[in-house]
């Protein structure tokens, strides 16, 4: 990889300064961002490490909302997410054990892998992303592959997850990468059902709101039977067509919801 | 019961202890005092003509110590092709030239335009960034089909068109195999693709050139299979370095899969530039490197055909297969889908008529070469499915058409109608007893109770031949072989009796250390921890032609057991001169050497001792000394074969297929190490499963390769697969060499593709999916999904 | 350049690194510690799996100096004092876990970070939780055999055909 300077900040404070800089980029896990960087494909002048955070790292619930910081690692939401099942799942499907001994929800949405797990959670509980400078909703949050709302220098300190009554994930993983190939997960809670889908489309994870509309009315997986998913939109790629990814969008969802029971 | 340690135990492995702490010494552990970094710049297009390359910015950058390109290397020879096909014309195949670096062309991407030499790896790669590249990108031809159209982009303009070889076998069958299709009550046809596939060794490849001016001698440390072929090669075509200038070490190597027998540009490129900066240069491969140099494995695509008469009995069979070299001949390219392909159509069965067509195609990719079974798995996998399907549409049980059609326990030896004669072999039994393994009797039970649980279960069976020990030296000669494909051993005994064995075999992952050991402990009768095997350094064992094609304890541990009996035949007369009594009277047990009928005795160690301190000893009529060397050329290949049994589960909502269980009774003949054996077995399974289900090499049209990291080829992983049950106790000896061993490396890749994807057409049919016949490989779940709801 | 302190199978150690050493180079070359292997580019093969803090993690995807300080296990730190092989260990060498050796010592951290957290795992969760270590030569059968047995359990039967 190109040379930097490596600078791994002690606190919040210190680490917004370091990343105000020119061509500052901030790692945290790194699972994605440092294989991106051997190929050479990324070249900052500083990599701010988030790691010596302590403010970042932690799970905690208050008032049914169940607060992740930004650099804990999946594994520590696996077993820590507890009050979450669902979240807390799909927490320990990601990657492989030493992955999440390594990778951060944080970096996972700062990312926005188009099939990444934690975006469709996100999206589906209607969390909310807080940064140094804002809370962001999730629905304003993803904007289409690899990109978010966030600013030059913005980092993400946690996220905030409203715990809703019933949720599930359901990956159908993408076998060489074990990304998702078309992940959902859904979410009903007192403002309704969210189905949020990744993996699928080209434009990332997005709401599948037809689905909502009939799960809202009928929790049930029979609810979806009369829908089905344009493949129009859909990636198409070595491990299948926009066909099948329109057609695994309509079979995971309802196994999500037979999951969430 | 063999005793621990002979002849049959599964003695653990002495190699595992250093593996197990890290002290495994793998070629990247290697870095010598001085040592430069090489960082070779690569096309990133798969066809152009290199209008021009500026390195003088990036000469001028931090630490680059020298740059090479093409024109340096315009005096040398190009890697050289091992086998000359003559094609059904009598015309030997186009042979093209292969550069270490490109000669003005470019011919797949990964093909390397320039190297750069430097202090470090980064600093190498830094001023690669800086070298100017003009390419005219040039239209690539990446199917097949269409690189063969009259009017197709040529990869070689020197060539008359992409065809490297037109191949007809057995040619003069070709109008009698014609008539016999005319004449057949059935005839059953199937169209398939054997995929592409790339061997991914876990270590990847690594190659450091050291050059000592004190003595002019070139060493060259590799991960190779075969340390002999690369300096034979490497020095007689490429570097015109003469072999006793010349030495090439593979220490431990992780794995090979075949992608390390072939002699590689990286090899002779940092033994040239080792020499001519008279410092070490090396280079590592990365991951991402390694999916566009390492040679790509199978890429046929086939139309094979057989006839039937009323009965069912086979009568003839014919394929047509265009096979992929890539854009340059690859060490063994050329061989794969012809002798080690053509000659394997028979299978298991008694068909008397057999035409294999063959036309070898250049296409701008990366070039493709022997892989795990190296044509055995392409003519397993046509003839496998062919019948499953020929079953199916005749409505009989593919179980007894293979029976039906098998050659007989009482035919061997049988001489095939594609040349070769099968020494021994009973597939009835090897059949019966996978039907135990795989316990076929409670086949409907467990479909019954998997429909319950909403899923598609069904049962694949195959059986499989291979040719392996390879080979003969005349025969393969005469089929155009370059090489000779013998095999050494020398057997040092030391004064004291501890033996070190020098042996051409190399293992990187096979056990030698341990097997070979038990073969010599065994014929002496000693603690096999006395014996140690030496491997993987040109310097210090015989020429051999190192480890492939399943031969190492067929050729190499028969050089083995003919130098060991050398050994024997000398210490018997040393013992009878101990002993005062006729060499004819001595025995040899446990180690120890007595005269019959007495109960004087010498030990080994006595006469070891005798052999170099030799005060009392025979010197008017035998040398001092106890060490011997002997090279063997098999009279024949040996004939594995097995029956796989493959049970699956499918998903109907998704077409994810899952392997539920894989049963394999494999005839191996003799066995030396039967853990080590399962091992070999459970290995090759893993890989033809993983083609079956789960791995492909895939370029887009532009010759880019879509899966170029594990993040899209996706190798098979511990929660792909189950446990596996394997069985080889119906074993029919080798006849021909002195252990009765036929090698076991290639059979679980050979013959577990086609019970994959026999077992996944029965799913289906068993869930009313009638209208699927095939499915190509990878089955992945999107094409069973597709399959099942295209009519 | 700057110098990186760890404490690596329990000795403190210093080697110096650049911003962009690899944990897994600075083990390597730095330390001359080359059991750690490298076997992939894009975090997926494992064989890079070395022990930070009691985690199992890839160290080709870890800075050098972002564990600066840090307690690391590799696989030279795995063998019992006196130098004869761990329970684990053994359990690789006597159910024939190992062929090339080359993934063996990620597969070896991996499976006793495994061990550490669910001493009595099924076969089912051997599986998973190795889906981050791949090998080419064992098909994994004496790979899972060897974590079971390593773990206590019974695998006489495992892989014996049905009768």
Known sequence: ?261 | MPKDGGIGASTKRREDVRFLTGNGRYTDDINLRGQLHAHFLRSEVAHGRIRGLDTAAAAAMPGVVRIFTGADFAAIGGLPCGWQVTDRFGQPMQEPKHPVLADGKVRHVGDPIAVVVAETLEQARDAAEAIVVDIEELPAVIDMKAALAPDAPKVHEDLTSNLCYDWGFVEENREAVAEAFRKADHVVSLDLVNNRLVANPMEPRVAVGDYDPWNDMSTLYTTSQNPHVIRLLMGAFVLGIPEHRLRVVAPDVGGGFGSKIFHYAEEAFCTFAARALKRPVKWTSTRSEAFITDAHGRDHVTRIELALDKDHNFTALRTETLANMGAYLSTFSSSVPTWLHGTLMAGNYSTPLIYVNVKAVFTNTVPVDAYRGAGRPEATFQLERLIDKAARQLGVDPIELRRKNFIQPDQFPYQTPVAVVYDTGNYQATMDKLLQVADYSGLEARVAEAKKRGKLRGFGIIHYIEACGIAPSNLVGQLGARAGLYESATVRVNATGSISVFTGSHSHGQGHETTFAQVVAEMIGIDAGQVEIVHGDTQNTPMGMGTYGSRSLAVGGSALVKATNKIINKAKKIAAHLLEASEDDIELKDGKFSVAGTDKSVDWAGVTLAAYVPHNYPLESMEPGLEETAFYDPSNFTYPSGAYGCEVEVDPDTGKVEVVSFAAADDFGNIVNPMIVEGQVHGGLAQGIGQALLENCVYDENGQLLSGSFMDYAMPRADDVPFYRVDHSCNTPCTHNPLGVKGCGEAGAIGSPPAVVNAVIDALHRGGYTHVSHIDMPVSPARVWAAMHTK | MAKVTMTVNGRAMSAEAEGRTLLSDFLRQGLGLTGTHVGCDTSQCGACTVHVDGLAVKSCSVLAMDVAGANVTTIEGMANADGSLSTLQQAFQDHHGLQCGFCTPGMVMSAAALLADTPKPTEAEVRHHLEGNICRCTGYHNIVKAVLAASGQDVGKVGIAAE
């Not at chain 1, 403010?55 to 909302?65: D, N, P, Q, R, T």
């Not at chain 1, 629905?139 to 980092?155: K, P």
């Open chain 1, 1 to 261: 990889m190109y040379d930097f300077e490596f600078v791994k900040p002690a606190s919040l404070a210190e680490a917004v300064a370091a990343m105000g800089r020119d061509g500052a980029q901030a790692l945290s896990g790194g699972m994605t961002l440092l294989p991106t960087m051997k190929q050479r494909l990324n070249q900052p002048d500083s990599l701010v490490s988030l790691n010596g955070l302590a403010e970042l790292k932690g799970v905690s619930v208050a008032g049914g909302v169940l607060t992740i910081g930004a650099a804990t690692t999946h594994a520590t939401v696996a077993r820590e997410a507890g009050a979450y099942p669902a979240l807390a799942a799909l927490a320990g499907q990601i990657g492989d054990p030493m992955v999440r001994n390594r990778g951060t929800i944080g970096g996972s949405l700062a990312n926005n892998d188009p099939a990444a797990c934690y975006p469709s959670a996100v999206l589906a509980s209607g969390a909310t992303v807080v940064t140094n400078q804002r809370e962001i909703a999730a629905d304003d949050y993803f904007q289409g592959l690899f990109s978010t709302a966030l600013e030059e220098g913005e980092i993400i300190t946690a996220v905030k997850f409203p715990i809703p009554d019933k949720a599930a994930y359901v990956k159908f993983a993408q076998p060489a990468s074990r990304f998702a190939l078309t992940g959902v997960f859904v979410a009903k809670g007192p403002a309704g059902v969210r189905v949020a889908v990744t993996g699928a489309s080209e434009d990332g994870v997005f709401r599948w709101t037809e689905a909502e509309e009939a799960l809202s009315a009928n929790f049930a997986p029979s609810a979806l039977d009369g829908l089905t998913v344009e493949a129009d939109g859909m990636i198409g790629d070595l491990h299948g067509t926009p066909e099948y990814r329109a057609h695994l969008v309509k079979v995971i969802t309802k196994r999500a919801v037979a999951a969430a029971g």
